[in-house]
């Protein structure tokens, strides 16, 4: 069997294009041009130009080199496959249902997307509603940690360190995640909190004097970051865990996050749950004065990410799917 996935999506694809061939399925990725220029018309005209002719040599290379599956992440990008008369999965990720499939500008395409898609998929339990809105045969599809990659390693230092692991963006509840840090450093002068630099509300946060920004990194970068901070912190508003923060739980870290679904497990994953700045404060507060539960805590997190996220388990799964249309 062969398979394409296109557009790496916060590295679900590059996961499960690697699982996919440890399992023995030739499996490759393709990133489509995704370039935004509103600087003026020529540029704009340059960016349609330039999309146009990458989904044209996408089509050829579909046609030249014969997958069986072609996998499309983000949902209107389901539209190269439309444009391009080939059949295609979809696999929905967050605000590209969760804000697209209403959005004046975005509806119409998204919806063609999903109507048009063999099959839908979804990677966030909160996507639910809307995916099945749009087709009731949508399908949860766990999003795929790399658990060789990232993996427990030594914790020499960690004693004062804090990650904020969360892209620095509004719709993570990243507003209450700062107020709860800049109390907990007023708490704890010595501790050392940092933070990566990127997300759309960067700017408003930047200068705040209590977190230390880091350039963002590579995957296999933050891979060997991660075990360096006794405790990570997630998002803390939509109820829900992403790559960032099931990656931390692989390297056996304790995450402090918001997290609804519990139910969807067989077993509820063991995170230090928290939601409003009180609860937030209070959950680090403790993990900082009781080294033996961060570690408990941690390795139980890495134990359930295993058992539900493995990268190869859900490869598996896919590949499953596949075979079976």
């Known amino acids: 069997m062969k398979v394409l996935h296109v557009n790496n999506v916060a590295n ?3 996961g499960l294009v690697e699982g996919l061939r440890k399992i023995g399925i030739d499996a490759s990725l393709y990133q489509p041009y995704t370039g935004i220029n509103t600087s003026g018309k020529l540029s704009k005209l340059k960016v349609v130009a330039n999309r146009f002719a990458d989904a044209q040599a996408l089509r050829s290379k579909i046609a030249r080199e014969h997958f ?25 990720h967050g605000t590209d249902i ?4 209403y959005h004046p500008l975005f509806k119409a395409v998204t919806k063609i997307s999903l109507d048009r898609a063999e099959r839908v998929f979804y990677s966030t339990p909160d996507l639910k509603v809307h995916a099945e809105k749009a087709r009731a045969d ?3 599809i766990p999003n795929p940690i790399r658990t060789e990659l990232f993996e427990p390693r030594g914790f020499e230092g960690t004693e004062n360190k804090v990650l904020l692991i969360s892209r620095i963006d509004k719709v993570k509840g990243i507003d209450v995640a700062f107020r ?33 920004f880091i ?3 590579t995957h296999e970068e933050l891979a060997r970051l991660i075990p360096n901070y006794r405790i990570i912190v997630g998002q803390f508003e939509l109820g829900i865990m992403g790559m960032s923060e099931m990656e931390a739980m692989a390297c056996a870290r304790p995450v402090v996050c918001h997290f609804e679904y519990q139910d969807w497990y067989a077993e509820a994953p063991p995170l230090a749950l928290a939601k409003t700045e009180d609860e937030i404060v209070e959950r680090i507060s403790e993990l900082l004065e009781k080294p033996a539960l961060c570690e408990e805590l941690g390795f139980a997190g890495r134990e359930w990410v ?14 499953k799917l596949y075979v079976g249309g």
């Open 68 to 92: 069986d599956i072609v996998h499309i992440h983000y949902a209107y990008f389901g539209m190269l496959g439309v444009l391009g008369g080939y059949p295609y999965w979809l696999h929905c």
């Open 306 to 319: 295993v058992k539900y996220h493995d990268y190869i388990a859900i490869a598996g799964r896919l590949a």
């Open 215 to 217: 350039p963002k990194m």
């Open 98 to 101: 969760r804000r697209n499939l």
């Open 138 to 140: 949508a399908m949860f």
């Open 180 to 212: 709860a840090l800049e109390r907990v450093k007023k708490d704890n002068p010595g501790l050392s909190i940092d933070a990566l630099t990127w997300g759309p509300d960067l700017d408003r946060f930047k200068d705040c004097g209590f977190v230390n």
């Open 12 to 14: 679900v694809p590059a």
